[in-house]
């Protein structure tokens, strides 16, 4: 499915909100968020995106669309950050596991939404860059190492939601291990190149789990070496 983007030099903190307005209205139906909360708009529109992207790629940094930051990996459409951000249902101190740092945008959305993250990034220098920046930024509460965000990060287990930032064959079963009862696990599921699924996974205390699929997406691939 194609949601609509917004291009061009003069694409501003405003617009790119508008523009996810837009497209929450538009997929709806789909996602059963037709409204984002208020809490995620502001953030959105406050976390300074343009502080996440290369050099090169600062004037379309408020454009509605995923943008390259080296190493084969993006930083996501900001209609997909919020849109996750939304469905994790984030509460004042949740503990937030997130697998996939990239850059750290969508750590440093969840933070300013008041979570406390732990992030996982498999390629080390954009691990370290992402710590950098948001220790720069002020984003205290992330906590970011390099690794294989496939086995989670179990020290800091149960979380009250995970969010995984790339797309895997199958739900990997140390993460559902690693949710706590009543909280959300938020992943892509498919292959690259291949249809892709935005998958909600609700797990209950009686450790059944009950799986929702949001809508069409398209991320990278979550592997144990991409680079």
């Not at 990060?153 to 140390?174: C, K, L, N």
Request: net charge negative; hydrophobic share 45%.
């Amino acid at each position: 499915m194609m949601l609509r983007h917004l291009f061009g030099a003069n694409a501003t903190a405003e617009t790119m909100i508008d523009a996810i307005a837009r497209d929450a209205q538009e997929t709806g139906a789909l996602t059963g968020r037709p409204v984002f909360a208020e809490a995620v708009m502001e953030t959105m529109r406050t976390v300074p995106r343009p502080a996440f992207v290369p050099e090169g790629e600062k004037a379309s940094a408020w454009e509605n669309r995923p943008l390259p930051i080296g190493h084969g990996q993006t930083i996501s459409q900001p209609y997909i950050v919020a849109l996750m951000s939304e469905l994790l249902d984030v509460e004042p101190d949740a503990r937030i596991l997130e697998v996939g740092t990239g850059c750290g945008y969508q750590t440093a959305v969840l933070c300013a939404l008041g979570a406390v993250v732990y992030s996982v990034e498999v390629v080390e220098p954009l691990a370290m860059a992402a710590a950098l920046r948001l220790a720069e930024l002020g984003y205290a509460r992330a906590t970011v190492r390099a690794g294989d965000g496939r086995g989670g990060w179990p020290e800091h287990a149960p979380y009250d939601g995970i969010i995984v930032t790339a797309a895997a064959p199958s739900v990997p079963p140390a993460l559902v291990d690693q949710l706590k009862p009543g909280a959300s696990l938020l992943i892509p599921v498919g292959r690259a190149a291949a249809t892709q699924s935005l998958q909600r996974i609700r797990k209950y205390h009686d450790g059944s789990r009950e799986t929702t699929t949001v809508l069409p997406v398209a991320f990278v691939p979550l592997t144990g070496g991409r680079g």
